[in-house]
């Protein structure tokens, strides 16, 4: 019988914690205190949203699932080493982080630089691992990776959100910043998940990128939306942190409720997009929902 999407959801984010446990070097392990705060800030937390859509992309495609274990795992040691980092003093400076402290506090600085660097590093390596799929498709999956973390994806984003501080942003413009900030990484879940099972033709390719930029977007305007409204004990986090900062968001653009409005026809884009692949998709569709409609 097929799981609900609760349950299936359930399931996936289970094994990741197993997964992820299993390739991060054990506490015992010298640097014995790198690696303990590593699986501090990785372990027991979070929606995992990206494993889950490596996983979803790779049902479409029948991946392997130890291919998939990996490039689920590698995504979120990229994101995970993303907050630890945007988490610091130098940065948005906040001490709460999925309802625990952030490892800078819970640690020191010097720490929580130096598990961001492992993270990364880590994932790179852990993906590399995944020899069951031909040796030029895991190059290209590397590079969608990387790609998606540097300076053209997620660390581009994030430079263009501090040099926005203060400053009155175009639609457009806070559009971009978020596609690079969080859409690229959540493009390349898909992505990821999609190659760990098959080769993956232009029109194949145009419609994944076109659902992964409809979510990545509604995930920032969400957030945004969460930040205007919800409390930190709601968030595990630290609440209207950037209003505070005056930080350009979606809600201070564009008010409260166009943001939702915005949110719910970017659902829409999303489902759209994954009209080709019919009932197979219905994981993909089911995490567009659950990102429009979460409250934390």
Known sequence: MTLSFGDWMKAVQQQVEVDLAEFLPPASKQPARLHEAMRYTTLGGGKRVRPLLVHAAGAL????????????????MIHVYSLVHDDMPCMDDDALRRGKPTVHVAYDE????????????QAFDVLAGADSVPPARLVAMLRVLAHAAGAAGMCGGQAIDLDSVGLQLTL????QMHQLKTGALLRASVVLGALAGAELDAETTRALDAYARAIGLAFQVVDDVLDATADSATLGKTAGKDAAANKPTYVSILGLEPSKALAEQLRRDAHAALEGFGPAAQRLRELADLIVQRQA
């Open 61 to 76: 495609f029948a991946a392997d699932p130890r291919t998939l274990a990996r490039a689920a795992c590698a995504v979120e």
């Open 172 to 175: 457009e413009q806070l559009e």
């Open 110 to 121: 010097a720490t929580a630089l130096l598990v961001g660097d492992a993270l990364q590093s």
